[in-house]
């Protein structure tokens, strides 16, 4: 296998250890708040990691660092469509009350 090969799948692997971690990070961080959360407040149920950044070139992020909603949701039809969908995706974190 050529060097340049043997760097790729090294590079791959070392992506993919540090996505597992984070993504076991993640569901701890957010198991927590379904367990501590404020009982009076709605709690959610299902998540979603996108593998894209908001993008201020979208106008998804303002000129002051806002979050744009409108922007995200418009933009991100196809994602919020997989939150509600009545069979979620794989790739949809789903929480049990």
């Given at each position: 296998m050529a060097l340049n090969s043997m760097r790729s799948v090294a590079l791959v692997e070392e992506r993919a250890s540090l996505l597992t971690q984070a993504t076991s990070r993640l569901l701890r961080n957010l198991a927590t708040v379904v367990l501590?959360?404020?009982p009076t407040s709605p709690t959610?149920?299902?998540?979603?990691?996108?593998?894209?950044?908001?993008s201020?070139?979208?106008?998804?992020?303002t000129d002051k660092g806002y979050i744009n909603q409108r922007a995200v949701l418009e933009?991100?039809?196809?994602l919020i469509e997989k939150l509600h969908a009545d069979s979620p995706a794989p790739?949809?974190?789903v929480t049990t009350e």
């Open positions: 501590v959360g404020d959610w149920m299902r998540a979603l990691v996108m593998s894209e950044p908001l201020s070139d979208a106008n998804e992020i933009r991100r039809a196809a790739e949809v974190i």
